[in-house]
């Protein structure tokens, strides 16, 4: 009996995100005035933790720790290589749709992905304030 050939679940983009995570895990200490934002759904079990670090109105570091399936992660590593080195004002430019279509997402994944709008809406909050 023939198998048929399983499709594969993540596009090559997801797997070059997920594989080399450039932008994850916490700023050096030497970065105590980062700001955070952070979202989670804690019936799916994910989390998005974003800090940044800005010089004037400039996004000179942002790392993130994420709990959650490779899409996530790679969909937040994609957003941070887009927005780290741009204005406060790039964090508003995160597309969800856009970027679900970049990286092959599927639809069904769209909720976990709104957790990462929901941490970038929280983090820019935050970073007007200061």
Not at 65 to 77: N, S, Y
Not at 96 to 106: D, F, Q, R, W
Request: proline share 5%; charged share 20%.
């Amino acid at each position: 009996m023939i198998m048929p050939a399983l499709t594969e679940p993540y596009s090559e983009l997801v797997r070059r995100y997920f594989a080399n995570p450039v932008h994850a895990g916490r700023l050096p200490d030497a970065y105590n005035d980062a700001v955070i934002g952070e979202a989670a759904e804690s019936e799916m079990g994910v989390r998005v933790v974003l800090s940044a670090v800005v010089d004037g109105d400039t996004i000179r570091f942002l790392r993130y720790r994420v709990f959650g399936c490779p899409h996530l992660i790679a969909a937040v590593e994609s957003f941070c290589h887009e927005v780290e080195c741009q204005s406060i004002s790039a964090l508003l430019g995160l597309n969800v749709p856009a970027l679900m279509e970049k990286l092959t997402i599927p639809v069904e994944k769209i909720g976990r992905i709104f957790i990462l709008e929901d941490a970038v809406k929280i983090l820019h909050t935050a970073l007007m304030e200061i």
